[in-house]
C-alpha cells in the first residue's frame, strides 16, 4: 500500500502558480478593505482570514468594546457571504438557531412546514456564544462538523462555504455557560483580541466619531471563496513541516509527551484535529503573505491560536502559577 506524501514546494504547477498569484492580489485587497473599518488588529484579521480560507470555523476572545463583532460584521461584508447574526443569550433556544417546523394551510389541509432559521447562511455569526444555554450550544455541533441539521427527523443541507463566527467574553459572569470540550475543538482557531495600541486608538476615535464613517466593499464573492478554499488544499507542504506538525500536537498530549511539565500539569490535550488544523491554516498563512509553501515558522506562529482551546490544566498548574501559554511555549520549544 502506497504512502501519501507531502508534495514538495518545487513541485507547484505553472497553473497553480497563477491562481495562487491572482488570489493573493484579492487578498490583499480585502486585508486593505477590512482595515477600512477594523484599525490595527493586522494578526487579528490574519488569523480570521486563515480561518476561512481553511474552510473552518473560529472563536474570537476580547473584552467587552474591543471590536469583536463589527470585526466579524466586516469580514462578512468583504467576504461577499451572506451572513447572520445570533445574539445569544440565556433564553435562547435551539429552534432560535435551526428552525422549527410549524402548522400550515387551510383548514382541512394543514401540514407541518418547516421554517429555516439564521443558521441557513453562509456565515453565521454566534455573538456572545457563551451566554446561551448549553442545550442551545449543542445545536451548532452538527451543523460545525457536518454541514447539515436534522430537525422533525428531516435532515436539510446547509449553505457552501459554511462558517460559524462566534465571539465570546473572557469574564466570569451571571448567565454564561463554557463552551464543552467537543465544541471547542470543532473551532480551527481561538483568536485573542487585546486593546490598541495608543497611535491606532488615536486614529479610531478620530475617524469614527465624526459625521461619516469608511464602509468596506466586498471583493469576493462566495463562489471565489470556495474556489480559495481548493487553492489552499493544493498548496506544497514539506515533509519537515508535517513532522513538526506532528510533533507539536503529540508533545501537548500528557500520554505521548516528553515533557515533564505537560505529564504533571496537563490533563487533556489536542486531538488529531488540531493537527489538520495546522495542516490547512499554515498554509493559508503562507498564501496571505504570498508565498506557495509553509514554513515551521507559520506552524509556531499559529501555535498559540490552535492549541489554547485544545488543552486545559490541571489544579496543580494554577497552584503553581503555571499557564497554558507557559506550557505551549515550552512545547514549541521542542521544535528545531
Known amino acids: 500500500m502506497s504512502s501519501v506524501q507531502p508534495l514538495a514546494p518545487e513541485t507547484i504547477s505553472a497553473d497553480l502558480e497563477k491562481k495562487v498569484a491572482t488570489l493573493a492580489r484579492q487578498l490583499k485587497d480585502a486585508r486593505s478593505e477590512v482595515h477600512k473599518v477594523i484599525i490595527g488588529q493586522e494578526n487579528v484579521v490574519n488569523l480570521c482570514m486563515s480561518a476561512i480560507l481553511s474552510g473552518g470555523h473560529f472563536l474570537i476572545m476580547g473584552l467587552p468594546g474591543l471590536g469583536k463583532t463589527k470585526l466579524v460584521e466586516t469580514l462578512g461584508t468583504v467576504l461577499g457571504l451572506d451572513s447572520r447574526r445570533v445574539q445569544c443569550t440565556p433564553d435562547l433556544m435551539p429552534a432560535d438557531i435551526l428552525g422549527s417546523e410549524i402548522l ?40 460545525m462538523q457536518e454541514y447539515q441539521v436534522s430537525v422533525g427527523g428531516t435532515t436539510y443541507d446547509l449553505p457552501r462555504p459554511f462558517h460559524v463566527m462566534a465571539t465570546q467574553n473572557p469574564l466570569e459572569q451571571e448567565g454564561t455557560y463554557p463552551l464543552p470540550e467537543a465544541q471547542l475543538d470543532r473551532f480551527m482557531l481561538q483568536v485573542d483580541i487585546g486593546y490598541p495600541t495608543a497611535a491606532e486608538e488615536r486614529k479610531m476615535i478620530l475617524l469614527t466619531t465624526g459625521t461619516t464613517q469608511e464602509k468596506a466593499a466586498p471583493v469576493f464573492s462566495a463562489a471565489d471563496i ?56 499554515a498554509r493559508a498563512k503562507a498564501l496571505l503573505e504570498n508565498r506557495y509553501s509553509p514554513s515551521l515558522d507559520d506552524v509556531l506562529a499559529l501555535a498559540p491560536s490552535v492549541l489554547r482551546h485544545r488543552m486545559a490544566l490541571h489544579f496543580s498548574a494554577r497552584a503553581e502559577g503555571k499557564t497554558l501559554e507557559d506550557i505551549i511555549a515550552e512545547i514549541c520549544g521542542t521544535i528545531a
Do not use: Y
Not at 443558521?119 to 456572545?128: G, K, R, T, V, Y
Open 226 to 281: 470556495a474556489a480559495a478554499q481548493q487553492i489552499v488544499r493544493q498548496l506544497p507542504i514539506g515533509q519537515k513541516v508535517v513532522d513538526g506538525i506532528l510533533k507539536l500536537v503529540q508533545m501537548g498530549r500528557p500520554e505521548q509527551t516528553t515533557l515533564d511539565s505537560v505529564k504533571k500539569h496537563v490533563s487533556w490535550g489536542p486531538g488529531p484535529r488540531a493537527a489538520q488544523t495546522f495542516m490547512l491554516t
Open 104 to 143: 400550515s394551510g387551510a383548514d382541512g389541509d394543514k401540514v407541518f412546514k418547516f421554517v429555516r432559521g439564521p443558521i441557513f447562511c453562509q456565515l453565521l455569526m454566534a455573538d456572545e456564544i457563551n451566554r446561551a444555554s448549553p442545550r442551545t450550544q449543542s445545536a451548532l455541533l452538527q451543523a
